[in-house]
């Protein structure tokens, strides 16, 4: 089945740096935008930043300038590179994949989102 694999969360100071990575796997063929949303206790899920097959980033204003979006488009992986953390950083982030084309020989299917499980990025003192 397809699945997003996260790695990467975990405890941090405020001021210190984190790295989250995402790999799309199983039925997964091609993703066009992957990316990570984050959700903190009693809060909505918002953006924190997405990145095209072609390359184009896509930032949240609270994160731009701090944190930093790659990805590797032949193993449909996708890591953020955090840093200058604050408090209000900490949320359970997810990693998501949009416009992915699953299937095998005997089937696709196009324009399909997926979701991470959560990683949870903690930033305390």
């Known amino acids: 089945q397809a699945q997003l694999v996260e790695s990467g969360g975990g405890l941090v100071r405020p001021g210190g740096s984190l790295t989250l990575s995402c790999v799309a796997s199983?039925?997964?063929?091609?993703?066009?935008?992957m990316g990570w949303y984050r959700q903190a206790p009693g809060k909505q899920r918002e953006l924190v930043a997405t990145v095209t097959s072609a390359g184009v980033t896509n930032y949240a204003d609270s994160v731009s300038g701090r944190f930093t979006i790659s990805r590797d488009n032949a193993q449909e992986q996708v890591q953020l590179e955090m840093n200058s953390l604050k408090t209000e950083d900490t949320a359970v982030y997810y990693c998501y994949a949009g416009g992915a084309v699953t299937g095998d020989s005997e089937e696709v299917t196009y324009g399909n989102t997926f979701w991470g499980k959560g990683t949870l990025v903690n930033v305390s003192s």
């Open positions: 199983g039925s997964i063929v091609s993703v066009y935008v």
